[in-house]
């Protein structure tokens, strides 16, 4: 997604190694963004996203805080964290008069699906489907908050947001 490649054609430390770091001879879009003016933020709180990947190329802001290791991640809940840490560097930059091009990435649902019992319980949380169900209601609601930030910080109305999902 960042470098407009499919994989075979992206310069990888090793190319059939798991999770393999990529290369400074790639072009990634937020290098694009950052050339036009654009402030780059990357927010999120897993193990993938540390610097050793190199996918913080052309961005301004790299925020992992939070993350933990491939055996926590798999037990964390970080959506309002994420939400929180990009709220507070949109303000920052908003504050500063900046165009802001982000990448805001939840992690949530790819883990074990984790109780949220102060959220809506999808048929007694008692199924898998009921549990994933479960984590996508927590994740939507958390980039709701995000979305109703925005909106606070009148970046929502001029906003493109693209939303992806494996889920």
């Given at each position: 997604i960042f470098t407009d490649l499919f994989p075979s054609e992206i310069d990888w430390v090793k190319l059939y190694r798991n999770f393999s770091p990529i290369l400074d001879s790639n072009v990634t879009m937020y290098e694009l963004l950052k050339e036009r003016g654009f402030a780059t933020v990357g927010v999120f709180a897993h193990w993938y996203f540390e610097p050793e990947r190199n996918l913080q190329q052309g961005f301004d802001i790299w925020d992992n805080r939070g993350a933990g290791t491939l055996a926590e991640g798999n037990t964390m809940s970080p959506a309002p964290l994420v939400t929180e840490k990009t709220l507070g560097h949109f303000r920052t930059l908003?504050?500063?008069?900046?165009?802001?091009?982000?990448?805001?990435?939840?992690m949530d649902p790819?883990?074990?699906?984790?109780p949220h019992p102060?959220?809506?319980?999808?048929?007694?949380?008692?199924?898998?489907?009921?549990?994933?169900?479960?984590e996508i209601y927590w994740t939507d609601h958390y980039v709701g908050?995000?979305?109703?930030?925005?909106?606070?910080?009148g970046m929502f109305e001029n906003s493109v947001i693209v939303v992806l999902s494996d889920h």
């Open positions: 908003v504050e500063e008069g900046k165009r802001v091009a982000a990448f805001v990435h939840y790819h883990s074990r699906y984790m102060e959220l809506k319980v999808f048929g007694g949380n008692k199924t898998l489907k009921d549990k994933y169900d479960g908050k995000l979305f109703d930030g925005m909106k606070e910080l």
